[in-house]
C-alpha cells in the first residue's frame, strides 16, 4: 500500500504539474480530429438509415491504421515518475471491450470492484517510468466509461502522477467509497481489492463516452434550420427599462443579420447589426451547423412598447412586439420548472401567457432539456415556447440536464445572453442576477457548485434596496427526496438574514410550497421567513405513495404541467399556481409589514 506521503504527492503532483504540461506537437491529431474527419466522410457516404444502422465492425473500417493508433493512444495521456501497474477498471456491462485493450498488451484479471448500479472488471499492464497512453472507450455511448488505477509496481516508491490529459479531470486515492465520475459524486466505489487500495486514481465523467460515439450516435432534429431567420428569442444582458436582446437562428448561408424596431404607433425605425456564432451539433444528421444571431437593442425608452423586425423582412405587418420595464412598482411574471423539451411545456408556456399577457418576462427553473448537448432537442424546446420567447424575455436557469454527464453547460450559454455578473468561479451567463423595477432576481446554476455561488449571493443581497427578492434554482433546499444539506447550511441563512420571499427550484418533479421558513424552521408569517417552492411542466418518476412527510410544507400536489403567475403592486404580492386546465391549485397573497 502507499505511504501517506505518497497519496499526498499524488494530489499535488497533479494539481501542479498539469499546470505547465508541454503542448502536443501540431501535427499530433487528437481523438477528436479523428472522429470529426470520420464523422465528415460519413455525412459524404453515408444515407441517413445507414448512419443509424451502422455497427463496431462499420466504425472500425472508418479509420486507417494511423488513425486507430491514435484512439488507441491519446485519450488519456500522463506521465509517471516510477515504473507501474495500470488498472483499466471497465464496467461489465459495456458489451464491447475496447479494440485497443488486448492489443495494446492489457491482460483481464481476476480482480473486480462494484458501485449501486454496475461491476466491474479490471485490466492491468505494467509500464516503465515515462509516458501512459490509452485509448477511447469505444464507438458506442456508453455512459459509464472506464476510470484508472496506477500503483508503483515497487511500494517503497513514492509515485508522482503528472501532465495528466485530459487536465480537468482529478486524480484521487483509490479506496471504498470514492467518487471515479465527478458528474455523479453520489456513485462510489464498493469492494475495491486490498491489492488496489491506495493507489491514484484518475476519475472521470461519464460524458467522456461521447468523444468517440459513432454508433448509435446519429440523431435528426425535426425543426431544421434555412435561410429564414427562426427561433425568436428575447432575453436581458442589461437594464430591462433601456435595453433587451433578440436572438434567432438561420441556416450556415446567411452571413449577416440585423434588427429592424421602432415604438409601436411610430413610423422612424433604427437598426442595429448582430452578432453571429457558428454552432456545431456533430451528430445531427440534418443540421450540424447553423448560425446563431444575438442583436443588442441599447438606448431604449422605459416603459415603451416597441415593435422590431428580424432582417431581411421589411414587411411591419408582420412585426413582432416587446415592452421595456416602466420603472414603477409594479411587476408580473410567470415561472415554471423541468420543461425538458415537451410539447407539454409548449402548452403551459402557451397557456400561461394567454391567461396573463401582462406578464413581462417568463423564467425555467432549469433541465430546459433532456440532453443539454443535444441541439434538436433546443430546436423542440424553442418550436414549443416560441410564440411566448419572442414577446417576452425567458430569463432560465441551468438544470443538471442542461450540464448533461459532466459535460458543462456549454450549449446552454450559446442559446442565452444574459448578465455577466455572476461570480468569476462559475462559467459566465450560467449564475447571473438582474432587477426589473423594484424586485431583485438572483438567477443561480445550483448545479455547478454551492461554494462558489455563496459569497456572490450574499454580496448582490447586501447591496440590492430592492423591495421583493427572489432566488431561482433548479434543486430544491428542501423536498422529500433529497433535502440539499449544502445549500440550507451555505444559502439559507443568506435567504434568512436578508429576507428573500421566494425561492424557485424544480427537480424533483412534484409541486410543493413550503410554510415561511426562517433558520430551517417554520414561522408565522412570510414577512419573517422565504416560501420554498417546486414546481414542474412536465411529471417525472416521482412516486407519490414513496414520497415522505414534510412537516414544512403548506401544500403540495403530485401532478404536472403547471405554471406560476406571480403579481406584484407596490408591498402587496399575490401568487397563484394553475394547471393546463386553467384552474388554480394554490395560491396565497404576502403583504410587506411596514418597519
Keep these: 500500500m502507499l505511504k501517506f506521503k505518497s497519496v499526498l504527492q499524488i494530489c499535488i503532483s497533479v494539481a501542479v504539474l498539469s499546470a505547465c504540461a508541454p503542448q502536443k506537437q501540431a501535427n499530433e491529431h487528437t481523438v477528436k480530429q479523428v472522429i470529426d474527419d470520420a464523422i465528415s466522410r460519413l455525412y459524404e457516404t453515408k444515407s441517413t438509415k445507414e448512419l443509424e444502422n451502422l455497427t463496431e465492425d462499420d466504425a472500425m473500417a472508418l479509420f486507417s491504421e494511423e488513425e486507430l493508433n491514435v484512439l488507441a493512444s491519446r485519450y488519456w495521456i500522463f506521465d509517471v515518475n516510477v515504473p507501474v501497474t495500470v488498472s483499466v477498471i471497465r464496467s461489465t456491462k459495456q458489451e464491447v471491450v475496447p479494440f485497443w485493450l488486448s492489443t495494446s498488451g492489457f491482460q483481464k484479471t481476476d480482480l473486480t470492484l462494484n458501485n449501486e448500479i454496475s461491476s466491474y472488471e479490471i485490466w492491468q499492464k505494467n509500464f516503465e517510468a515515462g509516458t501512459v497512453q490509452l485509448g477511447i472507450n469505444g464507438f458506442d455511448n456508453f455512459r459509464l466509461p472506464y476510470f484508472v488505477a496506477v500503483k508503483p509496481q515497487n511500494e517503497e516508491d513514492d509515485l508522482q502522477i503528472s501532465h495528466v490529459v485530459p487536465a480537468d479531470q482529478p486524480v484521487t486515492v483509490l479506496q471504498d467509497s470514492v467518487t471515479t465520475y465527478n458528474d455523479w459524486t453520489e456513485l462510489v466505489t464498493e469492494n475495491v481489492p486490498e491489492s488496489l487500495l491506495g493507489a491514484g486514481l484518475l476519475t472521470t465523467i461519464r460524458g467522456r463516452s461521447s468523444e468517440s460515439n459513432i454508433v448509435g450516435a446519429f440523431r435528426e432534429t425535426a425543426f431544421p434550420s434555412s435561410n429564414k431567420p427562426d ?286 421558513m426562517n433558520g430551517g424552521k417554520v414561522v408565522k408569517s412570510y414577512n419573517d421567513g422565504t416560501a420554498y417552492i417546486i414546481s414542474l411542466a412536465i411529471m417525472g418518476q416521482t412516486d407519490p405513495e414513496k414520497a415522505t412527510v414534510e412537516p414544512y410544507a403548506e401544500k403540495r400536489e403530485f401532478t404536472n404541467g403547471l405554471y406560476q403567475y406571480i403579481k406584484i403592486d407596490g408591498d402587496n404580492l399575490t401568487y397563484e399556481s394553475v394547471n393546463l386546465e386553467g384552474k388554480a391549485i394554490d395560491s396565497f397573497s404576502i403583504t410587506k409589514s411596514r418597519k
Excluded: C
Design 231 to 516: 427561433q425568436l428569442m428575447l432575453t436581458w444582458s442589461d437594464d430591462p427599462a433601456t435595453t433587451i436582446d433578440i436572438q434567432w437562428r438561420t441556416n450556415t448561408t446567411v452571413e449577416n443579420g440585423s434588427v429592424k424596431y421602432r415604438e409601436l404607433g411610430a413610423t422612424e425605425e433604427q437598426e442595429v447589426g448582430a452578432e453571429k456564432f457558428e454552432m456545431e451539433d456533430r451528430n445531427l444528421v440534418n443540421d450540424r451547423f447553423i448560425y446563431r444571431f444575438t442583436a443588442h437593442l441599447t438606448a431604449l425608452t422605459p416603459g415603451q412598447k416597441y415593435q422590431y423586425l428580424i432582417a431581411p423582412e421589411t414587411d411591419w405587418a408582420k412585426a413582432d412586439t416587446f415592452e421595456t420595464a416602466d420603472q414603477s412598482e409594479k411587476l408580473s411574471f410567470i415561472w415554471t420548472g423541468d420543461t425538458h423539451h415537451s410539447p407539454v411545456a409548449g402548452e403551459v408556456a402557451n397557456k400561461a401567457f394567454e391567461a396573463h399577457p401582462d406578464a413581462k418576462f417568463i423564467s425555467f427553473a432549469g433541465d430546459l432539456v433532456s440532453d443539454g448537448t443535444d441541439r434538436n432537442q433546443w430546436d423542440d424546446l424553442w418550436q414549443f415556447t416560441g410564440n411566448v420567447i419572442k414577446r417576452i424575455p425567458l430569463m432560465s436557469v441551468p438544470g443538471n440536464h442542461d450540464e448533461r454527464y459532466g459535460l458543462g453547460a456549454e450549449m446552454y450559454r450559446n442559446m442565452f445572453s444574459y448578465p455577466k455578473n455572476g461570480p468569476d468561479s462559475v462559467p459566465s451567463e450560467q449564475t447571473y442576477a438582474f432587477t426589473y423595477n423594484n424586485a431583485l432576481f438572483l438567477m443561480i446554476d445550483g448545479v455547478y457548485s454551492t461554494d462558489l455561488n455563496t459569497k456572490w449571493i450574499e454580496d448582490q443581497l447586501k447591496n440590492s434596496d430592492a423591495k421583493w427578492k427572489f432566488a431561482m434554482f433548479h434543486f430544491p433546499p428542501y423536498n422529500w427526496e433529497e433535502p440539499y444539506l449544502d445549500m440550507q447550511q451555505a444559502w439559507v441563512p443568506l435567504f434568512d438574514k436578508y429576507h428573500v420571499d421566494m425561492v424557485f427550484s424544480g427537480h424533483i418533479h412534484y409541486y410543493m410550497r413550503s410554510k415561511p
